[in-house]
Structures are given as structure tokens and as C-alpha cells.
């Protein structure tokens, strides 16, 4: 029995010199088990998914280098990874088995007060309650470019202020000078329009937004109509619209004198009759001849 005691004693006197020997080897990982979107070691379904693409990069061309690079930022226990034009990630630095990372916004669109870039907005981060994830990134002029302040006004939505060089000029965030001469020249005509009364605020509004939207600087809207083929029924302006009335107008006109001149009888039903726009263009009238239906009009809006 002695001879047993003192095998086992020996034995739990190695196995505590062995595991204490592995714990002063040990390395506390201080930052969490997933890395976001470029960790190749997580399972698929370990990483961060991104719910869209990132739109196409926009804006002021000298902020066009910030693209590619990220800025991180820790705050009491998150760590913020703000990466230009293409996301915003948090990661809780935590060692809780279901410690929180996740995306809190992409890249979608500016936001543009008064001729001026105010905001970056990144959208469709993950989902939060009934809504998603979103925040706004608010540039600051500074010495260096760095990730300087992170706060969450409202419940899923995220404010970012980043400090950069990059912005310090006075005209540094002027929307005017990004755009193409064209579009220019649409807003200058928006303008010289809205200063003659020819259009309403509003109306000047919607026409600023069409611009931004075809720049690329603001996520498209509009509603699309499906594209109809060209042809004798289809107007691309109001002067040509004019030209085809007046000689459908004409053409009507020379079969009621043959037809009046044969004693061919023809009834005439009037119908509506509407752009592609659906404005009112006149009121149209059906002459029947022989089982033959000819688009008649005897009452035309003179356009002229």
C-alpha cells in the first residue's frame, strides 16, 4: 500500500508540473475570434456576409485614393473598421462564445446639401430589429487620415466622423465641380429655369436629383419604363409629335373627300387618344368604310 501511495503521488506531482508548465505558454488572444470578411481560415458561414454590393466608387476624384485602404478604431469594447467606399465593420472585443461582429453598413450613396457632399452613407449593413443596420460618415478636416469618433444616435443607426487632409480646402466637397459639362449644363439650366419662375422648388429639386443620380453620386429611383420600339406612333419631342398630327391630320382629311366623292357611307365614333406620357393630345375619331377601320379626327387640338 505504501509502495501505491507514493506512485500516485509521484504521478500527480508530473501531471501538475506539466500543466502548469502549459499554462505560462499560454497566449491571451486579445482580439475576437472572427476577422470580418477576409478571414480565409472561418467557415463559410462564420463570415460576414454583405447583404449588397458596393456601389461603384463617386464624388470628388481626390478622395478617389481613400478607396482600398480601412481605418479602425476601438471604443470601449468594439473595435470599428471604416473602409471608404465599401463597408463598416464592428467587432466586440470580447470572449464571449457569441461575441458580436458584424456589418453596419456598404457603401451605397452621398448626401448632398446645398452643392455640398455632407455625408457618406453606407446601407444594408445586417439586420436589426424591423429595419437594417445603417450609418452616416461625416469627413472632418485634420493633419492625418484616421477613424476619430463613432456614436449611435438612434437604435441601429450609426454616426462616424473621419478626420482627414483630404478635405481641408474650402471647395474640397463642392458637387458642382465632379460633374461632367454636360450634366453641368442641365443644371444650369435647372437654375436659370427655377430663377425665371418656369418651375417650382420642387420640381428643381426632383431635376437636381435626376442629375446627381445620372453622376452616380445618389442611388438611381427613378422607375424605368420598359423601352418601346420606335415607330410612326411613338413622339421624341413635341415638335415632332406636332409634324405626325398634322399629317395624319391631312391624310384623314384627303380619304373623307374620296370617300364623300365614292357616296361611300362611314359612321364616326370619337375615342381619347394619349402620348406615350399620358398627355392629352386629341380627340380621335373612327371612320368605317367597307370593313376597312381608318383613325379619323374631326375635332384636332391645333398645336400650333
Not at 457618406?120 to 436589426?128: E, L
Not at 437604435?155 to 466637397?173: G, I
Not at 406620357?277 to 391645333?302: C, E, W, Y
Amino acid at each position: 500500500p505504501f509502495v501505491f501511495a507514493l506512485v500516485l503521488a509521484l504521478i500527480a506531482t508530473s501531471f501538475h508540473t506539466v500543466n502548469h508548465g502549459f499554462a505560462g505558454k499560454m497566449k491571451i488572444v486579445e482580439e475576437p475570434n472572427t476577422f470580418g470578411l477576409n478571414n480565409p481560415f472561418l467557415a463559410q458561414g462564420s463570415r460576414l456576409q454583405p447583404r449588397v454590393t458596393p456601389s461603384p466608387v463617386s464624388g470628388p476624384v481626390h478622395l478617389y485614393r481613400l478607396a482600398g485602404k480601412c481605418f479602425s478604431l476601438t471604443e470601449s469594447t468594439y473595435k470599428y473598421e471604416f473602409c471608404p467606399f465599401h463597408n463598416i465593420t464592428q467587432h466586440e472585443q470580447s470572449f464571449r462564445w457569441n461575441a458580436y461582429s458584424g456589418i453596419l453598413g456598404i457603401w451605397q450613396e452621398w448626401e448632398i446639401v446645398n452643392n455640398t457632399f455632407t455625408g457618406m452613407w453606407m446601407r444594408d449593413g445586417d439586420v436589426c430589429g424591423a429595419r437594417n443596420r445603417e450609418t452616416k460618415v461625416i469627413f472632418v478636416c485634420s493633419a492625418s487620415s484616421k477613424l476619430a469618433q463613432v456614436s449611435e444616435p438612434s437604435t441601429c443607426l450609426y454616426s462616424l466622423t473621419f478626420e482627414t487632409p483630404l478635405v481641408c480646402h474650402p471647395h474640397s466637397l463642392l458637387v458642382y465641380p465632379t460633374l461632367t459639362d454636360s450634366l453641368q449644363m442641365e443644371w444650369d439650366e435647372a437654375e436659370q429655369a427655377r430663377y425665371e419662375g418656369l418651375i417650382t422648388e420642387q420640381g428643381y429639386n426632383n431635376l437636381l436629383r435626376d442629375i446627381f443620380e445620372d453622376a452616380g453620386l445618389l442611388k438611381g429611383q427613378r422607375v424605368k419604363l420598359p423601352e418601346v420600339m420606335t415607330n410612326s406612333n411613338t413622339h421624341d419631342s413635341l415638335q415632332k409629335c406636332t409634324e405626325d398630327f398634322q399629317k395624319q391630320r391631312e391624310e384623314i382629311e384627303r380619304l373623307r373627300v374620296l370617300l364623300t366623292q365614292h357616296n361611300i357611307p362611314f359612321d364616326s365614333k370619337p375615342s381619347m387618344s394619349l402620348d406615350v406620357r399620358g398627355v392629352h393630345l386629341h380627340s380621335a375619331t373612327t371612320v368605317t368604310a367597307k370593313d376597312q377601320h381608318l383613325r379619323g379626327d374631326n375635332n384636332l387640338i391645333d398645336l400650333h
